[in-house]
T-cell receptor, first 111, second 115 residues
Framework: TQLLEQSPQFLSIQEGENLTVYCNSS?????LQWYRQEPGEGPVLLVT?????EVKKLKRLTFQFGDARKDSSLHITAAQPGDTGLYLC???????????FGTGTRLLVSP | ETGVTQTPRHLVMGMTNKKSLKCEQH?????MYWYKQSAKKPLELMFV???????ENNSVPSRFSPECPNSSHLFLHLHTLQPEDSALYLC??????????????FGPGTRLTVL
């Protein structure tokens, strides 16, 4: 069984701070996705990374896929209250039908 | 708005009730999914339908019964549930192109409480 552990589980920070969320596994994935889920809503895809060592940027969010394709990180620069939510990583193998979701990181950014 | 709608958004039911959750996607996708999201576990895949045919049942108890009458609609029929079944039930859909399943799009979920 493939597992994805995220750390930290909870993060409460002030607006303007930087943070990093980690997603780790002992298994190799062909690609990895990051989602954000706001209260009362379903997960919304932020990014997909498919190549070991790949770095993608989405405004203030930087995503990295580990060289061995077993781990990933999400870095947020100058966090804003709108970044508040549950961040989920999900590993995929040969297509995105059977996703393995991580344990989740709940982020609260206070003004 | 992701193009996937779910009704009802909230449901409270007793253990002897029978209810159904509905999901509809307006994206032209041909794969649909049911997930369970509870506080203590990662998002769990329950069922997968490809082109209206069930292709995955992730050891889900028979008190959950899915139905997919066409590629746009998915139901989850519930009966004699247990309090531990209380959770957020998410529907998702994706496109299958030349055998490759593309990214999933999620609905807003149904918050289910079993008393």
């Amino acid at each position: 069984t493939q597992l994805l552990e995220q750390s930290p589980q909870f993060l409460s920070i002030q607006e303007g701070e930087n943070l990093t969320v980690y997603c780790n596994s002992s298994s190799v994935f062909s690609s990895l996705q990051w989602y954000r889920q706001e209260p009362g809503e379903g997960p919304v895809l932020l990014v997909t990374v498919v190549t070991g060592g790949e770095v993608k940027k989405l405004k203030r969010l930087t995503f990295q896929f580990g060289d061995a394709r077993k781990d990933s990180s999400l870095h947020i620069t100058a966090a804003q209250p709108g970044d508040t939510g549950l961040y989920l990583c999900a590993g995929a193998n040969t297509g995105f039908q059977k996703l393995v979701f991580g344990t989740g990181t709940r982020l609260l950014v206070s003004p | 708005e992701t193009g996937v709608t779910q009704t009802p958004r909230h449901l409270v039911m007793g253990m002897t009730n029978k209810k159904s959750l509905k999901c509809e996607q307006h994206l032209g996708h041909n794969a649909m999914y049911w997930y369970k999201q509870s506080a203590k576990k990662p998002l769990e895949l329950m069922f997968v339908y490809n082109f209206k045919e069930q292709t995955e049942n992730n050891s889900v108890p028979s008190r959950f019964s899915p139905e997919c009458p066409n590629s746009s609609h998915l139901f989850l029929h519930l009966h004699t549930l247990q309090p531990e079944d209380s959770a957020l039930y998410l529907c998702a859909s994706s496109a299958i192109l030349r055998g490759f399943t593309d990214t999933q799009y999620f609905g807003p979920g149904t918050r289910l409480t079993v008393l």
